[in-house]
């Protein structure tokens, strides 16, 4: 077994590597539609504020809509997963996905909107559970921390793509994101129309790359696992010796309840709430505002709505190149650090952004940054973004795929995620509420959370870099045997 800060004791050869690196990409698309479709709303918000005739409440029901739907997906994805295997799952979610871009493309009121974006709510959370967990299973311990980044990669790669086909279509049309695209049509509905594309090639994928090993120890196909494991470790490993260990975690043959997540304080095993409190701090630090209602922001500040859409295309290239620097880190100096280090610069950088919007001044009513405010936002902006994209946005996801036992790990990954899409609703919800008091509150707001993050790292979060996954539990106190006394 790997201890703490220990690479694995043999180097698996490179077509192995090679093959884990490919299975893990492949499985990580589910991520790129996890980004495209939560982000692919943020051109589209004035259009369905002129369209519908939205105040902002009904704004933040409507950007949000979909955030419930990933709560329930991510509730029901581990224990779904369990059953039919990983790889089922993300077949699922494809087919959600492609109906759920139709029918917000057809949208005739803000109500069916609503309830299309609820059913991508529960593709992306299936996929933002399935995605973690697979890639965790999948990847040697040595390339566990490289290979999950790849989830996080995908989200942001999604952002991008989403927000640069929001710019295209709302450029190549006759008013903006409200007018007419040249093939007909509205051009906020071929933004959501868009997310087919990816949809359609995430199925694909699925249904090429093989089930978790895993799962198919869980159900008594060891022959299966002993391949897939043969093909990403490397014909050195001792794979009869891995299945063996696999089998002595999993213990049970029956699926994982929520009751084998109880533990001895407030009612879950404290390796749980760490995954809790860690998915509700990677919301509440605000960055899903960034991303979902940027364009808006920008335009709230002096922007044209061409260069808000440009400016957010910008921030997404950002994550983009900060998630690639936490690619080459995570295994390098671990996960804690990493998350310690992307708190404080958060913290400082929305203490930034906190003071320009407060001190802003007013014109009708909204606050207008000048000449050198402006830049000194856009800035501090992209170096919050730069802080989290190489630290909380990969790592939390990593962290939340390798941190619990082969026997819970669907069913508590499953419990965390669901906590973080409330935790974003809970943030993208009150957003428009929050910013019709003042920027500057709302800013305020993450800010402390930021630095309340940085303490609960500081006090609560083992490092796992280096482990292998049958150990996970004594970082946290587990017994070994611990799944065992719910027979």
Not at 10 to 23: D, K, L, R, Y
Not at 48 to 57: D, V, Y
Not at 177 to 186: N, R, V
């Amino acid at each position: 077994m790997g201890t703490e800060g220990e690479p694995a004791a043999q180097e698996p050869p490179s077509h192995a590597t090679a093959t884990a690196t490919m299975i893990a990409g492949a499985a990580a698309v589910g991520g790129f539609l996890f980004g495209y479709d939560t982000s692919v709303i943020n051109g589209t918000v004035e259009a369905l504020r002129a369209e519908f005739g939205l105040g902002s409440f009904v704004v933040g029901l409507v950007v949000a809509s979909a955030l419930l739907g990933c709560a329930a997906g991510a509730w029901f994805a581990g224990e779904l997963a369990d059953r039919i295997g990983r790889v089922r799952v993300m077949l699922l979610a494809a087919l959600l996905f492609v109906l759920s871009a139709l029918g917000s493309a057809l949208a005739f009121s803000a109500v069916d909107l609503t309830l299309w974006r609820l059913v991508g709510g529960l593709a992306i959370g299936a996929a933002s559970v399935i995605a973690p967990a697979y890639i965790a299973e999948i990847a040697p311990a040595r390339l566990r921390g490289r290979l999950g980044s790849l989830q996080q990669l995908a989200i942001v790669t999604g952002i991008f793509t989403a927000l640069l086909a929001d710019y295209f279509i709302a450029r190549v049309s006759a008013g903006g994101a409200s007018g007419e695209f040249p093939l007909g049509g509205t051009a906020w509905r071929w933004m959501f129309a868009s997310a087919v594309v990816p949809a359609v090639i995430y199925g694909a994928i699925a249904m090429s790359i093989p089930e978790s090993p895993r799962f198919l120890v869980k159900r008594h196909q060891e022959a299966r696992a002993r391949r897939v494991l043969a093909r990403v470790l490397g014909a050195g490993t001792d794979v009869d010796a891995k299945v063996r260990d696999i089998a002595r975690t999993l213990r049970e043959d029956r699926p994982v309840r929520v009751r084998d997540l109880r533990g001895p304080r407030l009612g879950l095993l404290p390796i749980v709430w760490v995954g809790i409190l860690l998915s509700v701090f990677q919301q509440f630090v605000g960055i899903n505002v960034i991303f979902y209602y940027s364009s808006s922001l920008w335009q709230a500040v002096g922007f044209s709505e061409s260069d808000a859409m440009l400016t957010s295309v910008i921030t997404s290239i950002t994550n983009i190149v900060t998630t690639l620097v936490a690619i080459a880190l995570i295994d390098r100096i671990g996960r804690r650090r990493l998350l310690l280090a992307g708190a404080a610069g958060m913290t400082l950088t929305l203490a930034t952004l906190t003071v320009a919007f407060a001190t802003a001044p007013l014109v009708d009513g909204e606050p207008v940054l000048g000449p050198t405010a402006g830049p000194i936002a856009l800035i501090a902006a992209n170096l919050y973004v730069f802080s989290f994209g190489a630290t909380w946005g990969p790592v939390v996801w990593v962290l939340l795929g390798e941190m619990f036992n082969n026997f819970i790990r669907a069913a508590a990954l499953a419990v965390a995620a669901a906590a973080q899409w409330i935790a974003n609703w809970l943030i993208t919800m009150t957003f428009p509420a929050m910013a019709a008091l003042g920027l500057g509150f709302a800013y305020g707001f993450y800010t402390l959370s930021a630095g309340v993050a940085f303490l609960f790292v500081y006090k609560a979060v083992r490092e796992t870099k280096g482990r292998e996954l049958e150990d996970m539990d004594q970082l946290y106190g587990v017994p070994e045997d611990r799944t065992a006394r719910h027979a």
